[in-house]
């Protein structure tokens, strides 16, 4: 019972995932990180929300780490400067 009261008044799931999201992406408050991690504390459906986004950035991260580790040569370039012009009709 305390836990659902806690749950609702505190800080709903549809806010938590938000928060969550947001912290991935930038700093959140200190109320706003006091009330997730009470939040994460009593509500399973959350941790496991929160285990599968880090699961999923840290795939993300790993794969435009990758991408950015190819080289793009001068010929790319210019094949693309190209392409570009007659899309233009320069």
């Keep these: ?5 806690i749950h609702l008044v505190f800080l709903p799931c ?3 995932t938000l928060l969550m999201e947001k912290r ?11 009330k997730l991690s009470l939040h994460l ?3 399973k459906w959350c941790r496991a929300y929160e285990k599968k986004l880090n699961i999923l950035d840290e795939i993300l991260r790993n ?10 040569n001068s ?10 012009v007659k899309k233009l009709d320069i």
Excluded: V
């Excluded at 992406?25 to 109320?31: K, P």
């Design 1 to 5: 019972m305390l836990r659902k009261i």
């Design 75 to 84: 010929s790319d370039i210019q094949e693309f400067k190209g392409k570009l």
């Design 14 to 16: 549809s806010e938590a």
């Design 24 to 34: 991935k992406a930038e700093t959140i408050s200190s109320m706003e990180d006091w």
């Design 63 to 72: 794969t435009f780490i990758k991408e950015s580790k190819n080289e793009i």
């Design 41 to 43: 504390q009593i509500c």
